[in-house]
């Protein structure tokens, strides 16, 4: 009998198996953990197969950050910033897993990798939403990096198919997962400065060339490691060159989203989580020049909010480019010629009762009353603490119960807010946003902005 059984579980295909809880736990009281491999030990048929789409810069975390699962294909469109990570896939293949396979196409992969339970996207803006799409298609699990997308048609079609197809999602803003926005949340749900009625945003972005009035009209040679034509991808044909590729892009409108769209999705995570915002009732934005094809120097830009919390009314201003709020009364000064502690990028809350200064990725807000930094006592627990952003998203793959937070009915949403500050510096003028009907009723000429015409070949 003992014998039957375990040919029965044997014969189990390895995506069942990851998928069947109750399964897994009867196995492991027939078969010791022990006896499979000692204590801690995962077997292989417990891991996910994971492929990564863009593996150099940010797909570098990506990939260690899912990397306790078999990640069994690797796909750049550049091998040079590819190499490293190549490399070291080739000389350290994981555990029970054969070495990476390597691609430039994802799609030629997603082809031919039938094995795939989930991937990660990690390519510049323009691409996410591609390959998300096309991977969901196919029924993978996709976790995809920030800004969702970068149009916001884009984000409101990959948000409605995840949800309706049943993918498992994540959007690649970590902090999410952390203890300090944990501790914000619950500090102004418990009431730390009552009503909160004005939130400032800001980051040190951009630390890229920005604001360039003209392509550049030089025409070098494309490495021989770079596919350029892949790398463009949705968007219409132009000359290779350095000014765009391997970093630069985000300046570029065709490619990406700027500063805010580096840095919104993290930042402006904390009061559209906090306050339970929805979408903005309107958004205007004030800048240096906004070039036809590339984003601003800096800019500042306000939007209108009701509150999900309380109904409040809430003015949320963000700023980039170096600019930042005034610094509120009794925030200590940094010795350093005196130079007022303002995080490279964070928020500033501001209620009836008080302020709350949080850095980006800091352990803990500081609280303000009266013009003081307040010693406060830990407020009472209310959310459920992360095991960590790639692991909650693996988990959940898995068949766990917990839901990723950072998920595309999360993040979709939240993405749709950044990108409405975008529209806002490229109409030149304040914008009412009607969200069901994903326009703007008093400027139907920004509606353009909204929406992008993929080049032929490509379709969401």
Same mark, same amino acid.
């Given at each position: 009998? !003992?014998? !039957?059984?375990?040919?029965?579980?044997?014969? #189990?295909?390895r995506r069942k198996f990851i998928a069947d809880g109750a399964l897994i736990a009867s196995v492991f009281?027939?078969? *010791?953990?022990?006896?499979?491999?000692? %204590?801690?030990?995962? %077997? %292989?048929?417990?891991?996910?197969?994971?492929?990564?789409?863009g593996?150099?810069?940010?797909?570098?975390?990506? @990939?260690?950050?899912?990397?306790?699962?078999?990640?069994i294909a690797l796909c750049d469109v550049d091998e040079v910033q590819a190499t490293k990570k190549l490399k070291q896939f080739d000389e350290n293949a994981y555990e029970a897993n054969p070495k990476a396979r390597k691609y430039k196409d994802f799609r030629v992969?997603?082809?031919? !990798?039938?094995?795939?339970d989930a991937i990660t996207v990690s390519t510049p803006d323009h691409m996410?939403?591609?390959?998300?799409?096309?991977?969901?298609?196919?029924?993978?699990n996709v976790y995809t990096q920030k800004p969702l997308t970068r149009i916001i048609s884009e984000s409101r079609i990959i948000t409605n198919f995840a949800k309706k197809a049943g993918i498992v999602t994540q959007m690649g803003n970590q902090g999410h997962a952390n203890e300090g926005p944990r501790i914000l949340n619950e500090l102004i749900w418990q009431g730390a400065i009552g009503k909160v009625h004005e939130v400032h945003c800001w980051t040190d972005r951009p630390i890229w060339p920005q604001g360039i009035p003209n392509r550049p009209k030089d025409e070098p040679q494309v490495p021989s490691t770079l596919d350029w034509d892949l790398w463009l991808g949705i968007t219409n044909y132009r000359p290779y060159n350095p000014a765009y590729v391997p970093f630069a892009w985000r300046a570029w409108w065709d490619f990406g989203c700027g500063a805010l769209g580096d840095m919104g999705c993290h930042v402006m995570d904390y009061p559209f989580w906090t306050l339970k915002l929805k979408s903005p009732l309107s958004i205007e934005a004030y800048s240096t020049k906004v070039f036809e094809e590339t984003a601003p120097l800096g800019s500042v830009i306000h939007y209108d909010f009701i509150s999900g919390l309380d109904s409040t009314p809430v003015k949320l201003i963000w700023y980039d480019g170096g600019l930042k709020p005034p610094v509120p009364e009794g925030l200590k000064s940094d010795v350093n010629l005196l130079k007022p502690i303002l995080p490279w990028s964070g928020v500033l809350f501001k209620g009836e009762l008080g302020e709350i200064v949080y850095g980006h990725h800091s352990p803990k807000p500081i609280l303000l009353i009266n013009g003081k930094e307040y010693d406060y006592e830990m407020p009472k627990e209310m959310i459920p603490r992360s095991i960590g952003h790639y692991k909650e998203w693996i988990a959940e793959c898995k068949g766990g119960k917990q839901k990723a937070m950072s998920n595309f009915?999360?993040?979709? *949403?939240?993405?749709?807010?950044? @990108? @409405?500050?975008?529209? +806002? #510096?490229? +109409?030149?003028?304040? @914008?009412?946003?009607?969200? +069901?009907?994903m326009e703007f009723p008093n400027a139907p000429k920004a509606n353009k902005f909204l929406h992008y015409e993929y080049r032929d070949g490509w379709n969401l």
């Open positions: 009998m !003992e014998k !039957e059984k375990k040919e029965d579980i044997q014969s #189990l295909t009281t027939i078969i *010791p953990r022990y006896v499979m491999g000692g %204590p801690g030990y995962v %077997p %292989p048929s417990d891991k996910l197969n994971i492929a990564c789409v593996v150099g810069g940010k797909g570098r975390v990506d @990939l260690d950050g899912v990397s306790t699962e078999n990640i992969m997603l082809e031919k !990798e039938k094995d795939i996410h939403a591609i390959i998300t799409m096309t991977a969901m298609k196919m029924g993978k009915d999360y993040a979709g *949403p939240l993405t749709e807010v950044v @990108l @409405l500050g975008n529209v +806002a #510096l490229r +109409a030149g003028q304040k @914008l009412y946003w009607d969200a +069901a009907k």
